[in-house]
Structure formats: C-alpha cells, structure tokens
C-alpha cells in the first residue's frame, strides 16, 4: 500500500513541515471564508433592514453629477500614490525590477485584494514579480500594508477624540481610557521611529519565537525584509501612506456631497474615524457591510441619511475596491499566474 507521502503527493522541493502541514490548510480556508461570507450576509441583511431600496433609488435620482464624477476621477490618483509607494518599497531591496513589472504586481495585488477582509490579499501582490526574493517582497508589502494601517490610525485616533469628546454621551472613564491608549499609541510610533533598535529587538526575539514553526525558512525570509527598511526610509513611506489616506478621505467627501451636503471638516472627522474603526474589523469580504455600517453610524453624527451615506460608501467602494480589482484581472491574465504554478 502507497504511503500518503508518496513522491507523487507533493512538489520536488517539498520540506517535511509542509507535507505534515500543508494538506490542512486548504479546508481551513475555505471554512475561513465561508464564515467570512456569512458575516458579510448578515451585516448586508441588518442594514438594508434599516435602509429601504426605495431610498437608495431616490437618492441616485436627485445624484449631483460633478462630485460624483469627480470622487470616481480620484480613482487615478489612488492607484498612482499606491504605485509609487510599492516602487519605493520594492526599489529598497532591488532596483533592478522595472517599473512595468512593479504596476503589474500592484494591479494584481488589487484582484486579489478582492476576496479578503482588509484587502489582506494586497499582500500577496510580491508573487507576481519575478524575483529570487519573494519571500521578502512579501515582507516589504506587510510593512507597506503598516505604514498605510498607522497612517489611517494616526487619523483616525485624532478623528475619534473628537467624536468622542463633542459628539458622544460618554463618562469620563472610557474617555480617559481611550485618552490613555492613544497616548501610548503615539508614543510606540515615535519610539519606532526614531529608536529603531527596539524594533530590531522585537524581530530578533519573533526569529527565536518561529525557530521551531512549520515554513521557518520562510518566515525567516518575511522577516529579514525588515533589514532593507531603514530609519530613513521611514518618513517617506510614512508620507505615501499619509497622502493615500486623504485621498480617499476626500473621495468620500465627494461622495457624501453628490447624495447630501456636508462641510469638509465634518466630512474629514468622521470619514477618518469610519474607516480607522472598519480597519479594526476585518471580518467581511471586501469589507461589505462593515464599512457601510461605519460609514452610516459616523455620518448620522452630522445628520447624514442613512440612505445617503450608503451610497457614498459604496460608491467609495466601487472606485477603489471593485474597479482596480477588476482592472487588476487583466494584468492577472496577462500575467499567467495559473500556468506559472500549476507544476
């Protein structure tokens, strides 16, 4: 009788951690996304509860056509900052990869992205250049997802004191305490910066962490793309990300203008505390309904339709989500992702 590990079962090149390992991930994931689907369902179903279709129809037929044409418009810009962001994350450890190459594995990235809380699949976008170090192509796009991840947390922590201050009946305890927790938020990001040290620590005490873990040699290699990023490539990536977060701060603000009216303050302070809080929940694919919620809840603050502050998010969704997404299978194909892999 044929063992289960017979030659034929896996891959030449195959370690023994991923022969005991990797059978069992596929059924995992598959479960994964299954509940996450049923998560998005459910939060889907709670708001169209609150919000009737009629409503939503209404409101794309009294649409103001300049904002909305011109928070679509800002789709280009989006995907450009994202561009150069990842060339400059990429060109850190080989500036070798032509630029063409760098577009393809971002628009990739974006398809992806499609089928992932979070837009998570983003991280994968590295695969698509050829390269000896994907592993830690892979690591620079976990650092390129941080940077963007403190960026909106920067933003959305302001945004949030403020709510919380003007805006909430809440008790000075839960404002002390998230006082605090902001408090020491920026502090851990000035530490970063300008002592990287304690973060080299960390990472050397992670590597002793993974020593035994299945896939070690890899997690090893994710790791190690902290060593190209340096103090000094801090700030400019900071300010990429910083610059992606306020597009889509002020597409949103385009959005809400062409279903309602708004200031661009308002529009700003619960823009940036929905999508930091929607950041926290990466439970539903592509995010449906947890960004709709947020969206909803942080606009109703300032008197926004529920109705309308749907369709903004939508539409934000729309043009920075679905559209490069598939945009993205183009490059996909053009790729052969699937031919590449499939021996």
């Known amino acids: ?84 962001k990842w060339r400059y994350m990429v060109h850190l450890l080989d500036r070798k990869i032509s630029n063409g190459t760098i577009f393809t594995s971002l628009m990739c990235g974006f398809s992806i992205g499609l089928i992932t809380p979070g ?24 650092i390129d997802k941080i940077l963007s991840l403190w960026a909106l947390s920067v933003l959305g922590v302001m945004s949030l004191f403020y709510l919380i201050e003007f805006k909430f009946s809440v008790s000075v305890w839960p404002k002390s305490l998230f006082m605090i927790i902001a408090v020491l938020f920026v502090v851990l990001l000035l530490i ?49 990300s910083m610059i992606f977060q306020l597009i889509i701060l ?3 603000f385009l959005f809400i203008n062409a279903f309602t009216g708004l200031t661009a303050v308002e529009s700003f302070l619960a823009g940036a505390s929905a999508m930091f809080v929607k950041s926290l929940l990466p439970i539903a694919v592509m995010d449906l309904g947890v960004r709709e919620g947020a969206v909803i809840f942080f606009f109703g603050k300032y008197g926004v339709p529920a109705s309308s502050a749907f369709n903004a998010s939508i539409m934000l969704f729309l043009s920075n989500v679905l559209i490069p997404g598939i945009v993205g299978l183009y490059f996909f194909t053009k790729y052969n992702f699937f031919r590449r892999h499939e021996n």
């Open 1 to 84: 009788m044929k063992s289960d590990l017979s030659e034929n079962a896996f891959p030449p090149g195959t370690s023994p951690d991923e022969m005991q390992f990797g059978n069992s991930r596929k059924p995992r994931s598959i479960w994964f996304f299954l509940f996450k689907l049923l998560v998005t369902l459910s939060i889907v179903a709670l708001i169209f509860n609150k919000i009737q279709l009629t409503e939503i129809k209404a409101e794309f037929k009294d649409v103001i056509w300049l904002p909305l044409a011109a928070g679509m418009a800002m789709t280009v810009p989006n995907i450009l900052i994202q561009y150069y």
């Open 119 to 142: 837009r998570l699949g983003e991280l994968g976008k590295g695969v698509f250049i050829s390269s000896q170090s994907k592993s830690q192509l892979t690591g620079m796009a976990i």
């Open 192 to 240: 970063l910066v300008f002592q990287p040290s304690f973060l080299r620590t960390l990472i050397q005490l992670s590597k002793k962490i993974v020593a035994r873990a299945p896939f070690r040699e890899k997690i090893f290699s994710l790791i190690s793309a902290s060593d190209y990023f340096k103090k000094q490539h801090f700030m400019p990536g900071f300010y990429f």
């Open 250 to 252: 002020f597409q949103l």
